[in-house]
């Protein structure tokens, strides 16, 4: 994958709904469970390679909204947290071939932000308690207090 420039979107939200494998025919559910767990491993592995990781999610097979909690499980993988959101945001742009776009603040790209209320480098989590969105330079959502 390094070699040929090839990004890896491991998708480990998709993971923690394993609860969901009893619906699978048992052998089926058995290949489930070994990549359910291989996973973690899998992005330490790219990690340690040079692979890129970018953000993403099926959400055909999770809630829409809850993809700022890949990023905790980035790097509980071993992810620094910076390198988790760029992961949402620069690495995916560049993947996407939009970079000079999106994916950063800079002049003349789209002026997408969010605030949190926290700071994520320290604590990830906080990346899923959004309280401000600017879309295209208009703000779009802003809360007096956490969500």
């Known amino acids: 994958m390094k070699a040929k ?3 890896l979107v491991p998708l480990l939200v998709q993971n923690q709904l394993g609860r ?14 070994q990549a359910i767990e291989a ?14 990781v970018a953000l993403g999610t099926d959400s055909g097979v ?5 993809n700022a909690r890949e990023m905790a499980l980035l790097v509980k993988a ?29 002049v003349g790209k789209q ?3 969010i605030a ?3 700071d994520p480098t320290e604590d990830i989590r906080v990346t899923e308690k959004v309280v401000f969105v600017m ?6 959502r802003k809360l007096d207090k956490e969500p």
């Open 111 to 113: 002026a997408d932000v």
């Open 20 to 33: 969901q494998l009893d619906r699978l025919p048992p052998e089926l559910a058995v290949k489930a469970r």
């Open 62 to 66: 999770c809630r829409h909204g809850i």
């Open 135 to 140: 879309k295209d330079g208009k703000i779009v």
């Open 116 to 118: 949190v209320p926290g």
């Open 39 to 52: 996973a973690p491993a899998m992005v330490t592995r790219a990690l340690e390679i040079g692979v890129k």
């Open 78 to 106: 071993g992810m620094s947290p910076i390198d988790a959101l760029k992961s949402a945001t620069s690495v995916n742009a560049e993947l996407l071939g939009l970079a000079s776009k999106i994916g950063s603040l800079g």
């Open 5 to 7: 420039g090839v990004y």
